[in-house]
């Protein structure tokens, strides 16, 4: 796993991680997600429920399924975010 490799391991990793293509899985019970090569080789694992917490829950995917609508349950505030094979990035909150 990446997070068991030292500092130049892991840039190794993500160097070669960029020129395969990837399988990414959401697991949206437990807020995580699974990113595979695509002989479905586990390449990493991730848990996201640090963004859910502050995001609220994914509620809308864009065709590509790599953007992503977060809204919190009593808030009129949507988060839109980005999915790559290592996180979620914000893009913008409205």
């Not at 500092?7 to 160097?15: A, C, I, R, S």
């Not at 963004?51 to 949507?78: Q, W």
């Amino acid at each position: 796993m990446i997070a068991a490799l030292t500092g130049n391991q892991v840039e190794k990793v993500e160097v070669k991680m960029k020129k395969i293509p990837l399988i990414i899985a959401l697991n949206l019970t437990e807020y995580k997600f699974y990113t595979y090569s695509e002989n479905g080789l586990m390449i990493n694992r991730f848990a996201f429920k640090d963004m859910v917490m502050k995001y609220g829950d994914p509620i809308a995917t864009s065709p590509d399924g790599l953007n992503y609508i977060f809204k919190k349950k009593r808030k009129a505030e949507f988060s839109v975010l980005h999915l790559d094979e290592r996180e979620f990035t914000l893009i913008r909150t409205i």
